[in-house]
C-alpha cells in the first residue's frame, strides 16, 4: 500500500525559510506526479506546484512561482519543497499528493491523485 507522510511543516517568520518533505513508501517515486496543495482556513484547496519524477516537467503557481522549488530526491524516495521568503499568506495546511495512472495535468488541474498525505500546518507570523 502507498503511502504519503509530509514532515517540515512549523512556525515561520515573514521572509523566512521552510522545507517541507514528502516520503513516499509502498511504491518507487518513478512513473509518478507528486504534487504539493495548500488548504487555509475558509478557502479551497489550492495547488501550489507539481512535479512529474521522470521527465521533470513542472507547475509553480503565480503566488509561489519564485520563492518555492520543488526537487526529488529518487534514493530517499522523497520530494521536498522549498518555501523562501514566506508571507502571512502562506499559511496553511500544505499536503502532497502522487499520481501514477492520471499523470501530472489531471493532479494539477483537476486535484486528481491516487494518494494524498494527512498534511502538515504551516505558520507564517511575527
Known amino acids: 500500500q502507498v503511502h504519503l507522510v509530509e514532515s517540515g511543516g512549523g512556525l515561520a517568520q515573514p521572509g523566512g525559510s521552510l522545507r517541507l518533505s514528502c516520503a513516499v513508501s509502498?511504491?518507487?517515486?518513478?512513473?509518478?506526479?507528486i504534487g504539493w496543495f495548500r488548504q487555509a482556513p475558509g478557502k479551497e484547496r489550492e495547488g501550489v506546484s507539481a512535479?512529474?519524477?521522470?521527465?521533470?516537467?513542472?507547475y509553480y503557481s503565480d503566488s509561489v512561482r519564485g520563492r518555492f522549488t520543488m526537487s526529488k530526491d529518487n534514493a530517499k524516495n522523497t520530494v521536498y519543497l522549498q518555501m523562501n521568503r514566506l508571507k502571512p499568506e502562506d499559511t496553511a495546511v500544505y499536503y502532497c499528493?502522487?499520481?501514477?495512472?492520471?499523470?501530472?495535468?489531471?493532479?494539477?488541474?483537476?486535484?486528481?491523485?491516487?494518494?494524498w498525505g494527512q498534511g502538515t500546518q504551516v505558520t507564517v507570523s511575527s
Open positions: 509502498g511504491d518507487t517515486l518513478d512513473g509518478y506526479a
Open positions: 512535479m512529474h519524477i521522470r521527465d521533470g516537467a513542472n
Open positions: 499528493a502522487g499520481n501514477r495512472r492520471g499523470g501530472l495535468l489531471t493532479l494539477w488541474q483537476r486535484h486528481g491523485a491516487d494518494y
